[in-house]
Nanobody, 121 residues
């Protein structure tokens, strides 16, 4: 397993942008799937975005497609989530996660502690 630490959350006005980071300790194999999830108060955790570390095409939840972008810096073992055109309903704790499964669907077994994103309307 790997260890994940998120950062970059904060308070932003609606329409603004934030970039979250996920620093990964340990070796990331090419077949790992790395993802972002979020959990709003009183709601279940939901998928946001993910991609194969080896350069697979990213995929997004419909609610964030076109506004959020997932990326990585392999030299830094870090994954990012660029969030643009933020909406009030994007307010949540955001988590990064890693899946070691080779075949889909991914089963995430490493999680970060989360970072709070609050969007003011």
């Amino acid at each position: 397993q790997v260890q994940l630490v998120e950062s970059g959350g904060g308070l932003v006005q609606a329409g603004g942008s934030l970039r979250l980071s996920c620093a990964v300790s340990g070796r990331i194999f090419s077949y790992y799937t790395m993802g972002w999830f979020r959990q709003a108060p009183g709601k279940e955790r939901e998928f946001v975005a993910a991609f194969r570390w080896s350069a697979g095409s990213p995929y997004y939840a419909d609610s964030v497609a076109g506004r959020f972008a997932i990326s990585k810096d392999s030299s830094k073992n870090t994954m990012y989530l660029q969030m643009n055109s933020l909406k009030f309903e994007d307010t949540a704790v955001y988590y990064c996660a890693a899946s070691r499964t080779l075949a889909p669907p991914p089963k995430y077994d490493s999680w970060g502690q989360g970072t709070q994103v609050t969007v003011s309307s």
